[in-house]
């Protein structure tokens, strides 16, 4: 079946302005996540859904940046005021379940702020 | 909140020798530990994983150890191929369902 899909795969913006970024999960996972994966660095955690709602923003590094996820399916990862420092790739994932279960990554969203 | 070490950050192996990386965790009640192999460019791909109530895990040429006691994991890869090289995360999921990644390890196999 189809695997976790993102969109755009890559965004260059100027900053200030404001970006969303689409995860669409593998259907029927319940749990969604967003990262952020800086060159040479490990993915870093910004938030997690269990269905519509945000179980945990505690990763969110300031309030410029939001995510919804409506529907319990599709989520979008909103910044506002975009900064040079946003620059990474970000990526989304999804589970069929919470605690313990194995992650499936999509390809990443590849964002740059000029 | 957790915090995942891993080490080390790049390592460089002969064709058909075994390469380890260490990880240690902090918060004693994460409880699942995955490992992710990522080529340049691609996403993450999960290639084992292990839950604490487990002491190892092997699938063919992977393996995985766990020591909850003194909070380490660590990847274990024999008879390495070029096709291994790569970068490698460690995770740790904490009771919260939030995930912690280590900062990679570069592997490089030579032939």
Request: hydrophobic share 30%; proline share 5%; glycine share 10%.
């Amino acid at each position: 079946g189809a695997g976790v899909s993102q969109t755009p795969s890559n965004k260059v913006t100027e900053k200030g302005k404001y970006v969303e970024l689409r995860c669409d999960p593998i259907s029927g996972h319940t749990a969604l996540y967003w990262y952020r994966q800086s060159l040479g660095q490990g993915p870093e955690f910004l938030i997690y859904f269990q269905g519509t709602g945000a179980a945990d923003d505690s990763g969110l590094p300031n309030d410029r940046f939001f995510a919804v996820r409506p529907e319990g399916s599709v989520s979008t990862l909103k910044i506002q005021r975009t900064e040079r420092g946003d620059s990474a790739v970000y990526l989304c994932a999804s589970s069929p379940k919470g605690l313990g279960g194995e992650q499936f990554f999509g390809p990443g969203t590849r964002l740059t702020v000029l | 909140g957790e915090n995942v070490e891993q080490h080390p950050s790049t390592l460089s192996v002969q064709e058909g020798d075994s390469a380890v990386i260490k990880c240690t965790y902090s918060d004693s009640a994460s409880n699942y530990f995955p490992w992710y192999k990522q080529e340049l460019g691609k996403r993450p791909q999960l290639i084992i994983d292990i839950r604490s109530n487990v002491g190892e895990k092997k699938d063919q040429r992977i393996a995985v150890t766990l020591n909850k006691t003194a909070k380490h994991f660590s990847l274990h890869i024999t008879e390495t191929q070029p096709e291994d090289s790569a970068v490698y995360f460690c995770a740790a999921q904490n009771t919260g369902n939030q995930f912690y990644f280590g900062t990679g390890t570069s592997l490089t196999v030579i032939p």
